[in-house]
């Protein structure tokens, strides 16, 4: 649809073919790009369980004529909805009828909100130096600019503290930022973001790094991860049903953040610093995942001893994202989180974090031909052949050492796209994996710019409680 409207705005006729099941999609991207009546041709059904006898009979029957029609006919005038400037009072009434406003209007997750007045958000402007009407970039699918305004408003209605406003202003960097991908967010597998923290602002604003280091009930980890989907919703224009296309779909997730106390103990670098900023610095990472799943009892008194149990939970996790793998450059990045006591009886073996990245390259491989099939006949992949892909110089020669079909091949291209980070219960030997989507959702960081007066606005916080 986007490739629809630059056509048709630069004078090419247009039309998007749209299976029935997206036309909703199809509709909303449509007014996102203020080209609400963007030719479209429908596909009936879907054509991933349709015979090729069916799939001829509905496109020679119906898509096509439609095709040739938005081809030589002009779309009708039409004329985009004006929007709020952001700064108007859309609504005044008791806290029910907020409520139900908010949800009549899908301006909320389906979870109470905190009304966004003007003297909370001014609350929250107070903790940057930035102008409110500052644009950190224009966020698809619906062409809203991210201003330094709106991230105040919604980190009001997600509960957020108003000191939490110069994370909140770095997430939605990121979210802005191409790298990352936003325009991916309601793609089909339901993936989610998670947001990883590091620096000193961890302890300083009570973020919980320990014991349950992932669930709700910490005020910072959890209202700033509801923040994220709020921001997705409200802004970029992510709704269930229409541009968010999950067939399943996950949560939010709440803030993960990185016990550098562990990890300077063991002589590790955090993950700020493999993301290319100083230790000590503020930071966040994002990046999108497909799932997850919990390791329980790693067990084994060295690193060696306990590689075969993580290499092997780690391929568990992987089947049709090995797609980016193949097709999109190496862009799969694979999370895993160590509780402190792993990584300690890791570095205790005298394993350096890149260490522990190399051994994971080496040892969580597939069969070529297991790799292959998966892509061939699991998901459809056209580039599925290990053997040519890396013979015309798209895949590394690690992928085709030899020809015998039992050879066995990473799932990234390089040690270093393993992320590693160390949290959770500082008793328990358990790893959590994550299963990136690759390119849609690449890992990006942002330093938290903390404002001039931050030592100032903390004291006088503290002070009023």
Not at 76 to 82: G, L, P, R, W
Not at 228 to 256: E, M, Q
Not at 324 to 330: E, M, N, Q, S, Y
């Amino acid at each position: 649809m986007r490739a629809s409207a630059m056509c048709e705005a630069a004078g090419v006729p247009s039309s998007s073919i749209v299976c029935d099941g997206f036309l909703g999609l199809a509709s909303a991207t449509a007014v996102g790009q203020g080209m609400p009546n963007l030719p479209v041709a429908v596909m009936p059904g879907h054509p991933g369980v349709q015979s090729k006898e069916e799939l001829r009979r509905n496109v020679l029957e119906t898509t096509l004529p439609k095709v040739v029609e938005n081809l030589l006919s002009l779309p009708a005038d039409s004329v985009a909805e004006e929007e709020s400037t952001g700064h108007d009072v859309i609504y005044t009434g008791s806290l029910d009828e907020i409520q139900e406003y908010f949800l009549r209007n899908e301006l909320s997750d389906g979870l109470p909100v905190i009304p966004p007045t003007l003297e909370r958000i001014k609350a929250f402007l107070q903790f940057t130096d930035r102008s409110p009407e500052e644009c950190l970039g224009i966020l698809l699918p619906d062409n809203r600019p991210a201003t330094i305004w709106s991230i105040a408003v919604n980190g009001v209605m997600a509960g957020c503290r108003p000191e939490y406003m110069p994370i909140l202003v770095a997430v939605i960097e990121a979210m802005a930022d191409p790298y990352f991908g936003v325009e991916h967010s309601g793609s089909t597998p339901g993936s989610d973001t998670l947001i990883m923290l590091n620096g000193p602002i961890i302890k300083e604003l009570g973020f919980n790094f320990t014991q349950g280091a992932m669930r709700d009930g910490f005020q910072a980890n959890t209202s700033i991860g509801r923040f994220w989907r709020l921001y997705l919703r409200n802004i970029a224009g992510f709704l269930p049903h229409r541009n968010d296309k999950a067939t399943f779909g996950n949560t939010w997730r709440v803030v993960v953040a990185e016990n550098e106390d562990v990890v300077r103990e063991i002589g590790w670098k955090p993950n700020s610093v493999e993301m290319g900023f100083n230790e000590g610095a503020n930071t966040i990472t994002v990046a999108r995942y497909t799932g997850g799943n919990h390791i329980s009892s790693v067990s084994g008194s060295t690193p060696e001893q306990m590689m075969p149990y993580l290499s092997d939970a780690m391929l568990r996790q992987y089947s049709w994202q090995l797609g980016f793998t193949v097709d999109f450059a190496g862009s799969l990045r694979p999370l895993v989180l160590l509780s402190p006591i792993l990584a300690e009886t890791i570095a205790s073996g005298g394993w350096s974090k890149q260490d522990f990245k190399d051994a994971l390259y080496r040892d969580a491989r597939l069969p070529a031909w297991q790799f292959e099939r998966i892509l061939r006949d699991w998901t459809q992949k056209p580039n599925w052949n290990l053997a040519r892909q890396a013979k015309l110089g798209y895949l590394p020669q690690v992928y085709h050492e030899s020809d015998d079909p039992e050879r066995l091949v990473p799932i990234v291209w390089d040690a270093d796209d393993y992320m590693v980070m160390v949290t959770g219960d500082l008793g328990r030997n358990s790893a959590y994996i994550f299963a990136h989507q690759g390119l849609l959702g690449y890992p990006t960081a942002k330093e938290i710019k903390l404002p001039v007066s931050w030592k100032t606005l903390r004291f006088d916080k503290k002070g009023q409680h």
